[in-house]
């Protein structure tokens, strides 16, 4: 018998968000995420999307034994946005039990329909900076800090809920060149004097004023806002989400690996990467302290894999050059560490400025993910 309960106590979130680890336990390729990041993730008092944005988590069992999870979002800021009438999941993870996720997803047509929403799309969550999209090639390949991984069988279960493709995601693997390219060194100067650039100093500021490098890193956050907001499922950060995403880059910052490009001090276009903390998360399993401190300070000063978290420019600088800045900065970075190779996370298929990045590099599909679509009856 399957029995589907909504929850709301602390104890029961921490069975929500120990579950993913217990059923990927001996994944090689599964990255869990911390406890203290889906608490606040979930918790409308740290969460500010809470403010334009309802949510319901539901906890499936199987004879009295936890076999499944999954949250539904209702983005009213999102559907505001574009006009559409849609439902989000997020957080879906089940058994190999096919009558436990049509239980599961019953609980989320059923508030869809109160809501009067025609449409259940995801996986995708409160932002654009959140996981998004379900894993559907590529299970052989370490997934990364700012993505899901699942099991091949749960596209089969979406196939058989009817469900269809929205959107997909690709995430290449590019070598990083063992040389700095010279000619686009010279192309980034001439780039930075023609338009009035400056390159911000990151690493100074990291250590003798990270209040001025946060009023900066907000900066970019509002960049990013401006540059994706046509993309596909995303949605503008309020200040205090802002604050927040800026204390997490900070977990992760390196340098070497940041590009911040200003005029007239403000800034115009940036691009992070991070070192990979797949080895880190995994031996957290939920809990960096104290499990995996050590495994976190050797993958910020030993990296072999960097990830890319996200790159953007203001419309009124686009295409001016600040892109090639940018990976300029970032491939001396990559190459001053001895870094071997980038992962780029996920990237929409629609989005050809970002995947025209790569053309030049060797690079490598290594993972395709899809937001799935269910109508609402």
Known sequence: MIEVKEISSKSDKKKFF????????????????????????????????FRFADCKMF???????????????????????????????????????????????????????????????????????????????????????????????????????????????????????????????????????????????????????????????IQCLGVLDEAFAHLYGTSPLNEKQKKRETNTIFTILVPELASVILKNDKVVAYGFLMPSMNKVLQKARGSLFPKAVFAYLKAMKHIEVADMMSI???????????????????????????VKYLETGPELETNDNVQNLWKNFDKQLVKRRRCWGLKVD
Not at 25 to 44: I, K, M, Q, S, T
Not at 317 to 329: F, H, P, R
């Open 18 to 49: 120990k579950f993913i680890i217990d059923l990927y336990r001996g994944n090689p390729h599964a990255v869990p995420n911390l406890y203290a990041d889906e608490f606040a993730e979930f918790d409308p008092q740290i969460n500010d999307a």
């Open 59 to 217: 906890l499936a069992y199987k004879n009295g034994k936890l076999v499944g999870r999954i949250a539904g979002i209702w983005h009213r800021g999102s559907n505001q946005k574009t006009g559409l009438k849609q439902l989000r999941f997020t957080r879906f993870d089940v058994i190999d039990d096919f009558e436990v996720t049509k239980a599961l997803f019953a609980e989320l047509f059923k508030w869809a329909k109160e809501l009067g929403m025609n449409e259940i799309i995801g996986p995708i969550s409160f932002s654009d900076l959140n996981e998004e999209g379900m894993l559907i090639e590529g299970f052989d390949k370490d997934s990364t800090y700012i993505e899901i991984y699942n099991y091949p069988y749960y596209a089969e279960h979406m196939q058989k809920l009817g469900a269809y493709k929205i959107v997909d995601w690709n995430s290449y693997r590019i070598t990083v060149p063992e040389k700095p390219d010279e000619r686009l060194n010279k192309l980034s100067k001439i780039i930075l004097r023609k338009n009035g650039y400056t390159e911000l100093d990151v690493k100074y500021l990291l250590k003798h004023d990270k209040k001025k490098l946060a009023d900066y890193i």
């Open 312 to 338: 953007g420019v203001t419309k009124e600088e686009n295409n001016k050059g600040s892109v090639a800045v940018i990976m300029n900065s970032c491939l001396n970075g990559l190459i001053k560490l001895g």
